[in-house]
């Protein structure tokens, strides 16, 4: 079964428990026994599930529920919290210091992404300001240093390896030293992997750690391994000492009890997700939001984090003064566009929403979205600072409008097509903003009609549409209230994520 599933299947059980008239020993039984399911076939090892139905059980005791106490709450909250715990080992990991040099060694069998899961951690790590470096200690398989270099360098994150040494260990110290030596921050080491667990792989893994030393080992886990997952994650706990996991492609087939039972036999958190392809499709792993997310109670706090990673806060009050102020330029549209980008993939940012289900935006329509901002993007580039600034259409002349289509390569008709839109999204912008002293547009409860108005018309294909949008956004008004029970509320005295 896969993520998604698991997580619906869940809220039915507690949708089904909630709607009935009396919550008895049957009901709460039902409830659980579809929950425990649900749990088996996502590959959850069978002990967790039975520890988790014993203590739900201890902590519900219907008899002993004084007669006012909201039973469905607390039984709620008790299938809640038993998730966190499956989930929590209840120590952090070690946690690299900006500054300070680390080494962190990536372990795991071959095909579950560890060699891309070290790029997203080392191009995540840079984007907050750290100096990575990666290593690729990987002599096993033909074509891991050139994969690691060719990501490297799309990131632009400095690399070592060799295509004639055949000993990963003198690589990986020599790595380690070079990168030392340049005042690197974390240093990343890329080991091999095999395709199954063998002896020779985790005796290289061993020695690789021995002579590095890493301040951390993270196991790479694909996300949709079934119920090896376990067995898997221990092997690689007794050879190396595992301190963090991070479980990969959950965007696709990805089983839940995965990640549950990585936590289990490792007794390490998990501290990243790997949700796409893609550099950026990458997200800290959070138990809270992560159960409330898979509850389908959605992620409040991961998407004002997006938010405020998209636009720095230093430039939000600018960027809703210049919609309240009419002055939806070219340029305003460009920043529009940028922050949209920066938010990366919008089927992340929108999984992050009470509701959200993963057929809402198709993959390919997203990628096709994606390329046509960029494209837009580029034909703004091309236009003079007049032309960004100005508030007369007018002014876009047939001449202008040649000039700018032969500078950005495109055609004339896409640079007309952009026109529209802008046009149509600024006329849209001034009528959904009816009181300009009130400077958050969130407080003014826009309906459907109006959001869709002063969505790109891109994003709004994305999401469904008109249909699409309206059930997000009642979804989302619904959800919100129970959100703070579910600790998914965006927590006002939230830690700053280094
Ligand atoms: N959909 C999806 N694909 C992923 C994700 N992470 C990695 N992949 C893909 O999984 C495949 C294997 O990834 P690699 O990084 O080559 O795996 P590896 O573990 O380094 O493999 P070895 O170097 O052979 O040990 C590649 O096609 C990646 O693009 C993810 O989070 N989601």
């Known amino acids: 079964m896969v993520l998604a599933d698991l997580g619906g299947r869940i809220s039915h059980a507690i949708q089904q428990m909630t709607n009935a008239t009396v919550i008895d020993e049957k009901v709460l039984n039902d409830c659980l026994n579809e929950i425990t399911r649900a749990l088996l076939s996502s590959d959850v090892q069978f002990q967790l599930v039975r520890d988790m139905q014993k203590n739900?059980?201890?902590?519900?005791?219907?008899?002993?529920?004084?007669?006012?106490?909201?039973?469905?709450?607390?039984?709620?909250?008790?299938?809640?919290?038993?998730?966190?715990?499956?989930?929590?080992?209840?120590?952090?990991?070690?946690?690299?210091?900006?500054?300070?040099?680390?080494?962190?060694?990536?372990v795991g069998l071959q095909g579950s992404g560890k060699t891309t899961t070290?790029?997203?951690?080392?191009?995540?790590?840079?984007?907050?300001?750290?100096?990575?470096?990666?290593?690729?200690?990987?002599?096993?398989?033909?074509?891991?240093?050139?994969?690691?270099?060719?990501?490297?360098?799309?990131?632009?994150?400095?690399?070592?390896?060799?295509?004639?040494?055949?000993?990963?260990v003198k690589i990986a110290v020599e790595g380690v030293e070079t990168f030392k030596k340049e005042y690197c921050d974390l240093i990343i080491v890329d080991t091999s992997g095999?395709?199954?667990?063998?002896?020779?792989?985790?005796?290289?893994?061993?020695?690789?750690?021995?002579?590095?030393?890493?301040?951390?080992?993270?196991?790479?886990?694909?996300?949709?391994?079934?119920?090896?997952?376990?067995?898997?994650?221990?092997?690689?706990?007794?050879?190396?000492?595992?301190?963090?996991?991070?479980?990969?492609?959950?965007?696709?087939?990805?089983?839940?009890?995965?990640?549950?039972?990585?936590?289990a036999a490792t007794k390490s958190p998990v501290i990243f997700m790997g949700t796409g392809e893609h550099m950026d499709e990458f997200e800290v792993f959070d138990v809270k939001p992560f159960v409330s997310r898979l509850l389908g109670m959605g992620d409040w706090t991961g998407l004002m984090d997006k938010l405020q990673d998209a636009v720095p806060e230093d430039q939000q009050t600018d960027l809703v003064e210049k919609f309240m102020g009419g002055n939806f330029t070219l340029?305003?549209?460009?920043?529009?566009?940028?922050?949209?980008?920066?938010?990366?993939?919008?089927?992340?940012?929108f999984s992050m929403m009470p509701g959200y289900r993963e057929q809402m935006i198709p993959k390919g329509q997203e990628k096709e979205s994606q390329a046509k901002i960029k494209r837009c993007m580029t034909?703004?580039?091309?236009?003079?600072?007049?032309?960004?600034?100005?508030?007369?259409?007018?002014?876009?002349?047939?001449?202008?409008?040649?000039?700018?289509?032969?500078?950005?390569?495109?055609?004339?008709?896409?640079?007309?097509?952009?026109?529209?839109?802008?046009?149509?999204?600024?006329?849209?912008?001034?009528?959904?903003?009816?009181?300009?002293?009130?400077?958050?547009?969130?407080?003014?409860?826009?309906?459907?009609?109006?959001m869709s108005r002063v969505l790109p018309p891109q994003m709004l294909k994305q999401i469904g549409g008109m249909g699409g949008l309206q059930s997000l956004m009642k979804q989302m008004s619904s959800a919100k209230d129970s959100m703070g029970m579910f600790g998914g509320k965006a927590e006002k005295t939230r830690k700053k994520k280094t």
Not at 331 to 349: A, D, F, H, K, W
């Open 331 to 349: 340029r305003t549209m460009y920043e529009l566009y940028q922050s949209i980008l920066n938010m990366g993939p919008l089927s992340q940012v």
């Open 118 to 168: 070290c790029t997203k951690y080392a191009h995540y790590h840079q984007k907050k300001g750290w100096k990575p470096a990666l290593v690729c200690s990987d002599t096993f398989r033909a074509g891991a240093f050139d994969q690691l270099k060719q990501n490297a360098t799309k990131a632009r994150i400095p690399f070592y390896g060799s295509y004639t040494e055949s000993d990963p």
């Open 194 to 263: 095999r395709h199954k667990q063998e002896a020779a792989l985790f005796e290289e893994m061993r020695q690789v750690s021995e002579a590095t030393n890493p301040d951390l080992v993270i196991f790479v886990m694909d996300g949709s391994m079934g119920q090896a997952a376990f067995d898997q994650a221990q092997a690689f706990k007794l050879s190396v000492p595992v301190g963090a996991v991070i479980i990969t492609k959950m965007d696709g087939h990805a089983k839940g009890g995965g990640a549950l039972s990585a936590v």
């Open 379 to 450: 034909i703004m580039d091309s236009m003079t600072n007049q032309e960004l600034d100005s508030t007369n259409p007018k002014l876009m002349n047939e001449s202008r409008i040649l000039r700018i289509a032969r500078g950005s390569g495109r055609q004339v008709k896409e640079v007309m097509e952009m026109m529209e839109e802008y046009k149509k999204l600024a006329k849209n912008m001034k009528s959904v903003i009816p009181n300009k002293g009130n400077k958050n547009l969130l407080s003014q409860n826009m309906n459907a009609q109006q």
């Open 56 to 106: 739900i059980k201890a902590i519900v005791n219907l008899d002993e529920l004084a007669a006012g106490h909201n039973k469905r709450r607390i039984i709620q909250q008790a299938i809640f919290n038993e998730l966190c715990k499956m989930l929590d080992p209840g120590k952090p990991s070690f946690t690299p210091k900006k500054g300070k040099p680390s080494i962190v060694m990536f």
